[in-house]
């Protein structure tokens, strides 16, 4: 049954995805410390051959890896929550098309991926958290 408090934590949960999306698609990486994962958060983006560890082993694989690309666009869809009191699991579904920087001919790939988010959360005195972040790769090509 949907009652206030579950409306809102849902809709802060979305907030929270397009959060991390914004953020990683500006290259904002003081905001996925300050905003998007809880301190002792965790990853596991092996999937794409991305580290599996806390937030900092993100940051060191993602920092370098967006540098490679001039745009990119996390489009976070079909939002699943299931919420229980503080905590919270969920299922986020990102299409992620990346444009690389140009190369010598001037021209800059484009990579498309699909993947999910696989997340556990937890609301801290700052609001809602990633606490675990799990990518289930579904598709990924180059056009």
Not at 43 to 67: K, N, Y
Not at 99 to 128: C, F, K, M, Q
Request: proline share 3%.
């Amino acid at each position: 049954m949907l009652n206030l408090q579950t409306i809102s934590d849902r809709l802060e949960l979305q907030d929270l995805a397009h959060c991390y999306a914004r953020a990683v698609d500006s290259c904002d990486f003081e905001a996925l410390v300050n905003d998007v994962f809880a301190p002792d958060g965790t990853i596991d983006f092996s999937a794409i051959g991305g580290p599996v560890g806390d937030v900092d082993a993100m940051l060191a694989w993602v920092r370098p890896g967006m540098a490679a690309y001039g745009n990119s666009h996390h489009l976070m869809a079909n939002h699943y929550f299931k919420i229980d009191g503080d905590r919270a699991t969920g299922r986020v579904m990102c299409y992620n098309p990346m444009r690389r920087l140009p190369d010598e001919n001037g021209i800059g790939a484009i990579e498309v991926h699909g993947h999910y988010y696989v997340d556990e959360y937890s609301r801290t005195g700052a609001g809602w958290r990633i606490a675990s972040r799990r990518l289930e790769l579904t598709y990924s090509f180059d056009v």
